[in-house]
């Protein structure tokens, strides 16, 4: 589901549910009561294949995920933390590659949707709806996931 929020924030929803009709509801009532509606956002975000791990070795990272002919989108090191960005369709494969550096122990390694433009909120009242959609759409049981646009 997606949904355009306050001070022109974006949502991707990932639901798991055996009946859609009861969480569109639940999260368009979420949406709407905070000042949002529903509509489509997809252009702004682009499904990325993850991986944050603890390491210090982003250029033999990057080398072994290239050798491995892996989509290699961007790796990124700060301090003792490791972020590889892959296509999604190369996820298993970058894994792979991963563990036979010995890499096997990841902080985060999952598919998510990221946002292609990010957007700063000054204004205390629309940041505090923004949070409110975003804690409200992570307590109704149906929805596994949540993506914005919106640096908090």
């Known amino acids: 589901m997606f949904a355009i929020g306050p001070g022109n924030s974006m949502f991707v929803i990932d639901t798991l549910t055996d009946n ?3 969480a569109l509801v639940e999260v368009r009532t979420i949406i709407v009561r905070k000042g949002g509606h529903m509509g489509n956002v997809m252009f702004n975000f682009t499904e990325t294949g993850v991986f944050v791990f603890k390491g210090q070795n982003r250029d033999e990272v990057e080398e072994a995920l ?6 290699v989108r961007e790796v990124n090191q700060e301090d003792d933390v490791v972020v590889v960005y892959v296509n999604p369709s190369d996820f298993s ?14 902080d985060e390694a999952e598919i998510e949707m990221l946002p292609n433009d990010t957007i700063d909120v000054d204004d205390e009242e629309t940041k505090q709806k923004i949070n409110d959609i975003i804690d409200g759409l992570n307590e109704l049981e149906d929805v596994s996931n949540v993506f914005h646009n919106v640096n908090l």
């Open 20 to 22: 859609a009709n009861r």
């Open 93 to 106: 494969k970058a894994r792979d590659v991963l563990n036979g550096l010995g890499i096997s122990e990841f």
């Open 66 to 71: 290239i050798l491995g002919d892996v989509d």
